[in-house]
């Protein structure tokens, strides 16, 4: 039985398709890892999904990665320093489709938000109007980690950059965000976060304030094309510290193995 596209439904041939789009992964090819928020983990191999039909691919979609690439070239493969003012030209039904679909393509590949993002699906192809009422983008810019390198007794700083591309969901410690939904799409210094909030959610203003607090300040507006984003002070460490210390773990279990 032939299987359903994941955006046109349709029993259309499907292909093996990468989640990142190919022109950013020959852009980022020197980056040695890529995250898995279904194994979660890092791995070099790329991840793939093979549920998209060449229709949707070679079209509508593949429109939209063509657009993500041009704004990677003008934007995204430059790094900002704290203090660093960015004006960020968009196009925000392009951007806002995109970044669903990356979204949509990760969430499939792990069942996380997979449900809420189907519901996307008409506005990711074109054919919808964007959900203003439940979505919505902020986007922030991370700065480089400055690490202290110590060689020959000599003490230099060294800058750790926010290399990195990630799609996953996100998660607060010690707040409870399950009556909405984060989640997360960096590249590089780029922090994209989409807020899904559901229509017939009932929670007081304290506590939606609670979580947009969590959040950078600035608003992709649909009825814009330009903002202004001054680059604050966290770093890429600070931003994947579920990562880092997850491989802190590792180190100390793997000394504490090979001690024995
Ligand atoms: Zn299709």
Redesign the pocket.
């Known amino acids: 039985m032939a299987h359903k ?6 029993k ?1 041939k499907l292909t093996k398709e990468h989640i990142w789009p190919r022109c950013i992964i020959k852009r980022v090819s020197n980056y040695n890892a890529r995250f898995s928020e279904r194994a979660g983990k890092f791995f070099e191999a790329e991840l793939t999904i093979s549920d ?2 060449e ?3 070679n079209g509508v979609l593949s429109k939209l990665d063509d657009y993500i690439c041009e704004m990677y070239d003008k934007y995204f493969q430059h790094f900002h320093q704290k203090g660093d003012s960015v004006s960020f030209n968009y196009d925000f039904d392009k951007l806002a489709r995109w970044l669903l679909k990356i979204s949509y393509n990760t969430a499939r590949t792990t069942g996380i938000d997979s449900k809420l993002l189907e519901t996307y699906v008409p506005y990711i192809l074109g054919i919808g109007q964007c959900p203003e009422d439940t979505f919505s983008v902020r986007v922030e810019l991370i700065v480089p980690f400055q690490v202290a390198d110590i060689q020959n007794n000599l003490v230099t700083v060294k800058e750790l950059l926010p290399t990195s591309v990630r799609s996953c969901r996100a998660q607060f410690e010690g707040i409870d965000i399950s009556w909405c939904a984060i989640r997360l799409v960096a590249i590089n210094s780029f922090y994209f976060w989409l807020i899904f909030i559901p229509r017939n959610v009932v929670v007081d203003q304290r506590e939606i304030n609670s979580v947009v607090n969590l959040l950078p300040n600035n608003i992709l507006y649909p009825e814009c094309s330009n903002i202004v984003i001054n680059a604050g002070t966290k770093n890429a460490v600070e931003m994947h510290r579920d990562w880092f210390e997850r491989k802190i773990k590792e180190v100390k279990e793997f000394s504490r193995k090979t001690r024995k």
Request: proline share 0%; hydrophobic share 15%; glycine share 8%.
């Open positions: 596209c994941a955006y046109c439904g349709k259309n998209v039909c229709e949707c691919n």
